[in-house]
């Protein structure tokens, strides 16, 4: 099923919309404490730059070959510079990312030292779009919504999808026919009513159902009301190394156990998820047989450190050993 998804996935355009970001890793060694504080001092030896939340949506989708667009907004600054550069090596659309020259591109550096993570730092903007760019950014949208066989709203809370982007992508896509798959972030998941797919991880789930979800059972009891809340739309729940558990409505639940017994790093799991849903609904499969491929594709995501695009080997391979 994997390698029938990618040998249709060149036929596949995707739109990506939502908060991009920038990902750099510096890296070294860490062998003597700081005599200004009590910290380690990390010797550099590598910095490197990915790109990182909706761009890595699209980087997902580009490993597996599809031809994506990414909106989204961005700084006007030395960041986006990079951010742009490394998507036209990864050969991924920009002509709808919008520059803001009041906001700063999101930038999320990692330091590690033997391997360890030791501190993060983001820079980043959560206010709301300013009218301008907000229009700006539709109007981009338009066309490649248009001309999109399935779309993916990306939301990480920083501002680029309010209620108000989401229903407009949802509702014009819904004319079209076009599944919408989407990374939630918002607590009210009806802002995204009407979506094929919504992809929220058990924190997220317990966030949107105002009770907490320490079992199957507590998902069990708090999926009806969501469910109703995003009608038509299913529900795919993400719960890390248990897998993920599909609800559609009217059916019972479908629970798909975790792959992977390697761990690495979840960083990002959940892009290659809905990277993976959008291309598999974008390429005809039926919803609960592009769960089965994502929750594949997230296996080997995990298995590798830091940001990580999945790429067709990988995934031909996981097929092969895991079908």
Known sequence: MMTRLLMRAPA???LVAGDCMLDAYIEGAASRIS???PVPVVDVSQRRFVVGGAANVAANLRGMGANVTLAGVTGADAAAVRLRAELEKLQIGIEALVEDEMRVTTVKTRVTAGGQQIVRFDDESRLPLSARVAALLLRKCERVVDEADAVVISDYGKGVAPEAF????????GRR????VIDPKSPDLARYKGARIVTPNLKETAAAAGE???SSEDLLK???GLLAKVAPSALLVTRGPDGMTLFEPGKQGVHIPARTSDVADVTGAGDTVVATLALGLGSGFELRDAAVMA???AGVAVSHHGTWAVNREELIAAGRVRS
């Open 295 to 297: 929750n594949i594709a």
């Open 212 to 214: 907490p979800i320490h």
């Open 12 to 14: 596949v355009r995707v």
């Open 35 to 37: 005599p200004e504080a």
């Open 166 to 173: 989401c229903r407009w992508i949802i509702e014009r896509a």
């Open 222 to 224: 708090a999926v009806p």
């Open 177 to 180: 026919g076009i599944p919408v």
